[in-house]
Every structure is written in C-alpha cells, then in structure tokens.
Nanobody, 118 residues
C-alpha cells in the first residue's frame, strides 16, 4: 500500500520561511512524479508545484514562482517544498501527491497546515 505523509507545516511571519517534507512508502518514490497543492479555507485545492521523477523538471504556480522551491531525494523517498518570502495568502493546508508513471490514480497525503501571519 502506498502511503504519502507530509510534515513540516506550522506558523510563520510574513517574509519568513518554512520547509515541508513529503515521504512516500510502499513503492519507490522514483516511480512517481510528485508535487504539492494548497487549499485555503472555503477555496478549492490549487496547484502549487511539481517535480518530475528524477528532479530535472520542476513546475510552479505563478503565485509562488521565485519564492518556493520543490526538490526531491529519491534515495530518501522524500520530496521537499522550501517556502521563502511567505505571504499571508500562502496560508492553507498543503497536500502532497504522488502521480504514478502507470497513469493510475494519484496518491494524496493527509495535508499539513501552513499559517502565515502579517
């Protein structure tokens, strides 16, 4: 069974930094493209960032370009989201997903709360 578990959320001040981690178990993380979505209260889940299976291609929402960096360490079965220059509008639950190369359903984590105070 594939499990996706996020960690590292918390409270930060505007302009501060937070780092999220997402660990995959049950299959090698290299079998997946992976990424992050965010969901603010009352809003739909929105794409934040993604990384291909070997880390050579990354993709970002316009709202986080230049501030967030996605990376992965396949040896540790983990991906990361470094969030710099945080803004209050970054406040959301952040969900990690794993997109299998087989084209099957994505696997999602339970989410981790990020709160940015002004």
């Amino acid at each position: 069974e594939v499990q996706v578990v996020e960690s590292g959320g918390g409270l930060a001040q505007a302009g501060g930094t937070l780092s999220l981690s997402c660990a995959v178990s049950g299959m090698p993380v290299s079998d997946f493209a992976m990424g992050w979505f965010q969901q603010a209260p009352g809003a739909e889940r929105e794409f934040v960032a993604a990384v291909n299976w070997n880390g050579e291609a990354t993709f970002y929402a316009d709202s986080v370009k230049g501030r967030f960096t996605i990376s992965r360490d396949n040896a540790k079965n983990t991906i990361y989201l470094q969030m710099n220059g945080l803004k209050p509008e970054d406040t959301a639950v952040y969900y990690c997903y794993a997109d299998p190369h087989t084209g099957g359903a994505w696997f999602w984590g339970q989410g981790t709360q990020v709160t940015v105070s002004s």
